[in-house]
């Protein structure tokens, strides 16, 4: 309770932050009278440009943190995360090929529904190709195949292009960012993250009793194929919509829970909100790292930050999953 | 007084038969242990009254197919502690034995949590992790957060593996004295152990499963033959005088490898 209102005061005062920041940064005097409307110009910058953005940052972060939290607490293996199932490259595969083909423009309602179909095939192909109860090692392997097929989709895609400014657009879009962002992209994706949100959160004391491993779980009186079903539905709805409008943004999903997760005393359950709010907060602190860190071009992209970050830290864990595994004495 | 039957119980695994089809009861009131050798389909037969694999036939209880009862009735109804009870994620061990108070709807810490971590010895290590535990320590919150469950039955699969000798006692003791209390819950008790000797001492009955089949199914002293044990467990016998609830009872019990 108190971890989780502590973060919220982070995630308000990162939120105030993402709205200060920018081009034209603005102080505490600023934010108010763009907020209140009493300077046009700066209620234009806040009303148009930062708040979907930091809205934006929010709603996907959060799912991000969410999504793994939740796909760790079914897989039971701190390892597990959206990105390395190949849930985000399958659904940016989707959206490409929707865009790449003409069919349907970046601000179309079927950009987010092609995610989610994409994340949705790629996590139960995952649980198909690995099986249920698998180990660990095949669940990364299947998700590393699953990845590469659909990075492989995406090149084909890009190859194929018949306009070459395409191409280069969705490729910058790829790379995740949530710049120049309006509130028709807030409209497009917040409905599907909220109900997969919604899907995941409900799932929460079934996780904790699948800590207990699924035949225990069962004879407790869980619907294990119904909450594998929903998470696995939930974890597509929410990063498929993320996706569909912000690029392919990483790692998140395995950062956030990992933090949070000793001040919970490891409960699944009680993981999934502190995991989304870390998740809200992370995406802020590398929106604002893009926007901070000066380049001589393009901007910074958020997805390239969180990759950048995340992947050292995922070596960290894996380190810390091979000392413990040599404790128990296995090979 | 309730009471478990299974009607032509049987598993398979496409041509593999694990277990013919069985006709069993297990009786509120009892202490049942379940023996086999190595293979003999002992926890298949576990699974199978529990409701946790495919199996042909029927399990009731009171009459009633445990398989038609919804899933947390049927979870009040059979509590299940599997082999080798695996904990994914650090949990305190009282939220470990809170989780058996799910299908009652919740998993917070109750009295029926606090009478079981009393019952067990388990109240000093209430807030340790409960994969920082022994072996032997785990095992016993594994079978704490089985009684929680506060089930009419309870199956149990080798809950006395990884104990050493004193906890072994006790932990049959404990079982012992839920059967036969008043008012408290599980009340027909399954347990699979190898022991032989343990068996005698603490089983008002005992099931004999060899390669699927049930092979005998009774007092220890009918079950427990020179040539049931020969057979089944392939081994040379003794005949022992083991002491039960004051009295003492022949059995044939395991000597050397038959040769």
Same mark, same amino acid.
């Given at each position: 309770m108190a971890l989780n209102l502590a973060l919220a005061c982070l995630l308000t005062l990162l939120g105030a932050l993402s709205m200060a920041i920018g081009t034209t940064s603005l102080g505490i005097d600023g934010l108010i009278a763009g907020l209140?409307?009493?300077?046009?110009?700066?209620?234009?910058?806040?009303?148009?440009?930062?708040?979907?953005?930091?809205?934006?940052?929010?709603?996907?972060?959060?799912?991000?943190?969410?999504?793994?939290?939740?796909?760790?607490?079914?897989?039971?293996?701190?390892?597990?995360?959206?990105?390395?199932?190949?849930?985000?490259?399958?659904?940016?595969?989707?959206?490409?090929?929707?865009?790449?083909?003409?069919?349907?423009?970046?601000?179309?309602?079927?950009?987010?529904?092609?995610?989610?179909?994409?994340?949705?095939?790629?996590?139960?192909?995952?649980?198909?190709?690995?099986?249920?109860?698998?180990?660990?090692?095949?669940?990364?392997?299947?998700?590393?195949?699953?990845?590469?097929?659909?990075?492989?989709?995406?090149?084909?895609?890009?190859?194929?292009?018949?306009?070459?400014?395409?191409? +280069?657009?969705?490729?910058?879009?790829?790379?995740?960012? +949530?710049?120049?962002?309006?509130?028709?992209?807030?409209?497009?994706?917040?409905?599907?993250?909220?109900?997969?949100?919604?899907?995941?959160?409900?799932?929460?004391?079934?996780?904790?009793?699948?800590?207990?491993?699924?035949?225990?779980?069962?004879?407790?009186?869980?619907?294990?194929?119904?909450?594998?079903?929903?998470?696995?539905?939930?974890?597509?709805?929410?990063?498929?919509?993320?996706?569909?409008?912000?690029?392919?943004?990483?790692?998140?999903?395995?950062?956030?829970?990992?933090?949070?997760?000793?001040?919970?005393?490891?409960?699944?359950?009680?993981?999934?909100?502190?995991?989304?709010?870390?998740?809200?907060?992370?995406?802020?602190?590398?929106?604002?790292?893009?926007?901070?860190?000066?380049?001589?071009?393009?901007?910074?992209?958020v997805g390239v930050v969180t990759a950048l970050v995340g992947a050292p830290f995922f070596l960290v864990l894996v380190m810390r999953e091979r000392r413990a595994l040599a404790l128990k004495g296995a090979p | 007084m309730n009471q478990l039957e299974a009607h032509g119980l049987g598993v398979a695994i496409g041509e593999k038969t694990l277990l013919h089809p069985t006709d069993l009861v297990l009786r509120s009131g009892e202490l049942t242990v379940l023996i086999g050798p190595n293979g003999a389909g002992k926890s298949t037969l576990a699974k199978a009254l529990v409701g946790l694999v495919p199996a042909e036939g029927q399990v009731l209880v009171n009459g009633v197919r445990l398989a038609e009862k919804p899933a947390r009735d049927r979870a009040r109804t059979i509590a299940y502690l599997p082999q080798g009870q695996a904990h994914s994620w650090p949990l305190d061990v009282e939220n470990v034995v809170g989780l058996g108070r799910y299908p009652h709807g919740q998993t917070q810490t109750d009295e029926t949590v606090e009478r079981v971590l009393t019952d067990l010895g388990l109240l000093e290590l209430r807030h340790r992790a409960v994969t920082t535990l022994s072996g032997g320590e785990q095992m016993r919150v594994s079978l704490a957060r089985a009684l929680a469950v506060d089930a009419d039955f309870l199956v149990a699969d080798e809950p006395l593996a990884s104990l050493d000798p004193h906890h072994q006692f006790a932990i049959l003791d404990r079982l012992q004295a839920v059967t036969q209390a008043e008012g408290s819950s599980p009340t027909g008790i399954l347990v699979v152990i190898h022991d032989l000797r343990l068996a005698t001492r603490y089983a008002d009955r005992i099931w004999l499963l060899h390669e699927g089949r049930l092979v005998a199914d009774g007092h220890p002293e009918k079950v427990l033959t020179s040539d049931h044990v020969q057979r089944v467990f392939d081994v040379a016998t003794t005949d022992e005088t083991v002491e039960r609830g004051g009295s003492t009872i022949k059995v044939a019990l395991p000597a050397a490898i038959s040769s």
């Open positions: 209140t409307g009493t300077d046009e110009r700066l209620t234009l910058i806040l009303y148009e440009i930062r708040l979907p953005r930091t809205l934006l940052a929010i709603l996907i972060g959060g799912s991000l943190g969410l999504s793994g939290a939740a796909l760790q607490g079914l897989v039971r293996n701190p390892l597990a995360s959206p990105s390395l199932f190949g849930a985000p490259a399958s659904a940016a595969l989707a959206a490409v090929i929707l865009i790449s083909s003409g069919m349907a423009g970046a601000l179309s309602f079927a950009l987010p529904v092609a995610g989610m179909v994409g994340a949705l095939l790629s996590v139960v192909a995952l649980l198909a190709l690995a099986g249920r109860d698998a180990p660990i090692i095949i669940l990364l392997l299947s998700g590393l195949v699953l990845s590469s097929f659909a990075a492989a989709g995406t090149s084909l895609a890009l190859n194929l292009s018949p306009n070459p400014f395409a191409a +280069l657009e969705v490729a910058f879009w790829l790379l995740g960012s +949530l710049e120049d962002r309006s509130f028709q992209h807030v409209a497009m994706a917040a409905p599907f993250i909220l109900m997969g949100s919604v899907l995941l959160f409900w799932q929460a004391s079934s996780l904790k009793v699948l800590s207990l491993g699924e035949a225990t779980a069962v004879s407790l009186g869980v619907a294990v194929a119904r909450v594998r079903l929903a998470v696995v539905v939930g974890v597509a709805m929410a990063v498929g919509a993320g996706v569909s409008v912000a690029g392919t943004i990483g790692l998140i999903g395995l950062v956030a829970p990992h933090l949070v997760r000793p001040l919970v005393g490891y409960d699944p359950a009680r993981l999934l909100l502190p995991a989304a709010l870390s998740g809200a907060c992370l995406l802020l602190v590398a929106d604002l790292v893009v926007r901070l860190v000066p380049t001589s071009g393009e901007p910074l992209k | -």
